[in-house]
C-alpha cells in the first residue's frame, strides 16, 4: 500500500495534504508514504520533517505518484498530473467538480477512482473528515485578519488620556461556518459586530457569539433551510426586502465580510455598487466568495479593487494565507476518511463502495463518471 504525497502546482495554493502527524499514522498501518520534494514547504514543513516521520522524499512528481495505490492532494489533480497516476489510484482532494465537469470526465478516462471531499455528508460519523468547515473555519478568521489589517483604524475602543476611539462596526453576511468564525475573531479583538443570514437557525447563533442579527424575519425566512443545513435560494421578493434592510444598515458599517455561498450555483450578489457608495470612506469589504462570482459588485478575483472609496479585497484562497493551519486540519481530515479504507489487520487497501460515506465522495471509477450529479443520463434507446 503505496501512499503519495505531491507537492500543488497551483500559484495560490500553499497548503499540503499529509503532515508528519498523518503520514506516521499511516505508516503505522502498514503503509509506505513518499512525499514529493518541497511539498510541504509553503506549509513551514521541510523535508526532514517528513522523513522523520518515516515517509520517502521522490525528487520529482511522476516518481511520487507513479505507481502509488493512494494520492493525497489539496486540490484536483490537473491533466498533466494524470497521465502519471496508475489506472486505479484512489484520489483524495478537494475537486472542485461543478462548472468544471470536462476535468472529471478526464479523471473518469485515466482510470483513477476520484473521491471529492467537499461531498463528505454532514453526519457526525464524518465530522472529523469534513474539509468544508476547516477551511471554512480559517478562511473566516482570516477574512477578519486581512480586513483589519486593510483598515487604517484600531478595531476596539480605547480610552486614553487623549480621548477615546470608537470600535470598528463590522458586518457579516453569511452565518456559516466562516462566517460566524469571523463573527468570533472581530469580537475578540474588540469590534462592535452585526451578522445577517437567511437560515433562521443561525439567528441564534450569530446571537450566542454576542453580534446582533439582522434579517426580514417574515414567513419565508422561517423556511429558509434545507435538510442539509444550507441556505436555500430566497424568492424575488424577499431578496429585495432584505437587500433594502443591508442597504440601510451598511451605510453605517467599518469592515464588511461576506461569505454567502450555495454548493453548485453562482455565488449571490449581495452588496451593490450603489452599497459601496454610500459606505463611509475607508470602510473595508472582504469577498470570501470570489472564486465563485463574488457577493460584491466590483470585486476581482486575487486583487484588492477600490470602488467608491471602498476597498474590496478579493483575495483567492483564503485559507492558503494561513497554510500551516489550514494543511494541519485538512490533512486530519483525509487521513480520517483514509482509515475508513484500511483494513488494519491485513494492513492493506480495503474500500467498501457500499458505504455510505463512499458512496457520497466517489466522483469517478472504473473508467466512468459515477457520481448521481455528473453522470450522464443513461441512454432511454431509441424511439
Do not use: C, W
Not at 508514504?33 to 511522476?62: C, H, M, T, W
Not at 454532514?122 to 483589519?148: C, K
Not at 414567513?219 to 421578493?237: D, I, L, N, W
Amino acid at each position: 500500500m503505496k501512499i503519495a504525497v505531491p507537492r500543488e502546482t497551483d500559484a495560490v495554493e500553499t497548503r499540503v495534504s499529509a503532515t508528519p502527524d498523518t503520514i506516521k499514522k499511516l505508516i503505522g498501518f502498514g503503509a509506505t508514504v513518499v512525499v514529493e520534494k518541497d511539498a510541504g514547504k509553503l506549509s513551514r514543513i521541510p523535508d526532514q520533517d517528513y522523513k522523520d516521520a518515516g515517509a520517502e522524499i521522490a525528487a520529482d512528481y511522476a516518481s511520487t505518484v507513479g505507481d502509488a495505490d493512494v494520492v493525497l492532494k489539496v486540490r484536483r489533480p490537473s491533466a498533466g498530473e494524470l497521465g502519471a497516476m496508475k489506472k486505479g489510484a484512489l484520489v483524495l482532494a478537494s475537486m472542485d467538480p461543478y462548472g468544471n465537469e470536462k476535468d472529471v470526465e478526464a479523471m473518469a478516462k485515466a482510470g483513477i477512482t476520484a473521491f471529492a471531499m467537499e461531498f463528505m455528508p454532514r453526519i457526525t460519523r464524518a465530522q472529523v473528515m469534513d474539509v468544508l468547515s476547516s477551511q471554512a473555519n480559517l478562511a473566516g478568521y482570516q477574512a477578519v485578519i486581512e480586513g483589519a489589517a486593510e483598515y487604517d483604524r484600531a478595531m476596539p475602543m480605547m480610552m486614553t488620556a487623549a480621548g477615546t476611539v470608537p470600535a470598528a462596526r463590522v458586518f457579516v453576511m453569511g452565518a456559516g461556518v466562516a462566517g460566524l468564525q469571523a463573527i468570533a475573531t472581530a469580537r475578540r479583538l474588540g469590534a462592535v459586530v452585526t451578522a445577517t443570514d437567511v437560515r433562521p437557525a443561525a439567528k441564534e447563533q450569530v446571537e450566542s457569539l454576542g453580534a446582533k442579527f439582522v434579517a426580514v424575519e417574515d414567513e419565508e425566512f422561517k423556511q429558509a433551510e434545507t435538510a442539509g443545513g444550507y441556505a436555500k435560494q430566497m424568492s424575488e421578493e424577499y431578496q429585495k426586502k432584505q437587500a433594502e434592510l443591508v442597504a440601510t444598515h451598511i451605510a453605517k458599517q467599518d469592515i464588511v465580510i461576506t461569505t454567502a455561498l450555495i454548493p453548485g450555483r453562482p455565488a449571490p450578489q449581495l452588496v451593490s455598487k450603489a452599497m459601496l457608495e454610500s459606505m463611509r470612506p475607508g470602510a473595508i469589504v472582504v469577498d470570501l466568495a470570489v472564486e465563485r462570482g463574488g457577493n460584491v459588485e466590483g470585486a476581482k478575483p486575487g486583487k484588492i479593487a477600490t470602488v467608491a472609496g471602498v476597498k474590496v479585497v478579493g483575495h483567492l484562497n483564503m485559507a492558503a494565507r494561513i497554510g500551516a493551519s489550514a494543511s494541519a486540519l485538512y490533512a486530519k481530515n483525509l487521513f480520517a476518511f483514509l482509515e475508513t479504507m484500511i483494513d488494519k489487520e491485513a494492513k492493506a487497501l480495503k474500500p467498501d463502495f457500499e458505504d455510505e460515506l463512499l458512496q457520497a465522495t466517489v466522483l469517478t471509477r472504473d473508467g466512468k463518471v459515477v457520481h448521481p450529479a455528473f453522470a450522464p443520463a443513461e441512454s432511454s434507446g431509441g424511439e
